[in-house]
Antibody, heavy 113, light 106 residues
Framework: QVQLVESGGGLVKPGGSLRLTCAAS????????MLWIRQAPGKRLEWVSY????????YYADSVRGRFTVSRDNANNLLFLQMRSLRTEDTAVYLC???????WGQGTSVTVS | DIQMTQSPSSLSASVGDRVTITCRAS??????LSWYQQKPGKAPKRLIY???ALQGGVPSRFSGSGAGTDFTLTISSLQPEDFATYYC?????????FGPGTKVEL
């Protein structure tokens, strides 16, 4: 079945870095754009980033632009989010999202403290 | 950037009630709006896309309407499993924006 599985979250100090990975299966990953969404504890969902199927078009939320980098490896059906210069306000559960079929990962928790 | 507002922020309702949630965009977004249901500790689930199209597998008691700046999600007869938080999402242009959410409580 269509599945997304995130990994790479954890506890990091302010100013630190983390790399999140989302492993996709069950659909033609290379044909579809992908998104990262996050949700801080008790807060609304926040769109973080978009990457086109061929990685030529990328968008970021203002809150992460210049600090986060999205990328993908279509050969291995992987989506990445490199996060640098982390701030306490980046603390959230990060989810990868396949909008076309409304498929979400289970989320990976990032705590900056 | 387009801002999304939702009302009400929370509501109390009973099983069988008709519930209406509204979402307003700060500028026109055509029909680029989806509605999501989220339960605690779970990923969101899309109910409606393109403002009024019912997502496959979603009960027909859910419906969406609107275009431009004003949108509505209606639950025609609230069921026990519908107690959750509902979010709208504008996806007409980047950056996408979620509304602040509406918590539907018993």
């Amino acid at each position: 079945q269509v599945q997304l599985v995130e990994s790479g979250g954890g506890l990091v100090k302010p100013g630190g870095s983390l790399r999140l990975t989302c492993a996709a299966s069950g659909f033609t990953f290379s044909d579809n754009y992908m998104l990262w969404i996050r949700q801080a504890p008790g807060k609304r969902l926040e769109w973080v980033s978009y990457i086109s199927p061929d990685s030529t078009t990328i968008y970021y939320a203002d809150s992460v632009r210049g600090r986060f980098t999205v990328s993908r490896d279509n050969a291995n059906n992987l989506l990445f989010l490199q996060m640098r210069s982390l701030r306490t306000e980046d603390t959230a559960v990060y989810l990868c999202y396949y909008f076309g079929k409304d498929v979400w990962g289970q989320g990976t928790s990032v705590t900056v403290s | 950037d387009i801002q999304m507002t939702q009302s009400p922020s929370s509501l109390s309702a009973s099983v069988g009630d008709r519930v209406t949630i509204t979402c307003r965009a700060s500028q026109g977004i055509r029909n680029g709006l989806s509605w999501y249901q989220q339960k605690p500790g779970k990923a969101p689930k899309r109910l409606i896309y393109a403002a009024s199209a019912l997502q496959g597998g979603v009960p027909s008691r859910f419906s969406g309407s609107g275009a431009g700046t004003d949108f509505t999600l209606t639950i025609s007869s609230l069921q026990p499993e519908d107690f959750a938080t509902y979010y709208c999402l504008h996806h007409d242009s980047y950056p996408w924006t979620f509304g602040p959410g509406t918590k539907v409580e018993l």
